[in-house]
């Protein structure tokens, strides 16, 4: 089992900064990917960023520019940092890692932009 432990989040004026950071730990001996899904109230969970085991990143249309995913192999710990950000990132965000077949989620931070 892999356990992914989300720090980060809060409340930020929009314009403002906020990092999230998301650590694994259990039974990791090899991922495919790791990333962020966001989910606002009354929309379907999207993909936000994800990085690959070979650091190749992925990034929502609408985050490109603003958001910035990174890793540290030795810890286990995939990091986002949002810049620039707006009312309409308001979510709460889960990270997850996926292994061969398997998809973890961590239980997930909100982060809420204030106008």
């Known amino acids: 089992q892999v356990q992914l432990a989300e720090s980060g989040g809060g409340l930020v004026q929009a314009g403002g900064s906020l990092g999230l950071s998301c650590a694994a730990s259990?039974?990791?001996?090899?991922?495919?990917?790791m990333g962020w899904y966001r989910q606002a109230p009354g929309k379907q969970r999207e993909l936000v960023a994800r990085?690959?085991?070979?650091?190749?990143?992925t990034y929502a249309d609408s985050v490109k520019g603003r958001f910035t995913i990174s890793k540290d192999n030795a810890k286990n710990t995939v990091f986002l940092q949002m810049n620039s950000l707006k009312p309409e990132d308001t979510a709460v965000y889960y990270c997850?890692?996926?292994?061969?077949?398997?998809?973890?989620w961590g239980r997930g931070t909100q982060v809420t932009v204030s106008s």
């Open positions: 259990g039974s990791l001996s090899t991922f495919n990917a």
């Open positions: 990085i690959t085991s070979g650091l190749s990143t």
């Open positions: 997850y890692l996926r292994a061969m077949i398997v998809t973890y």
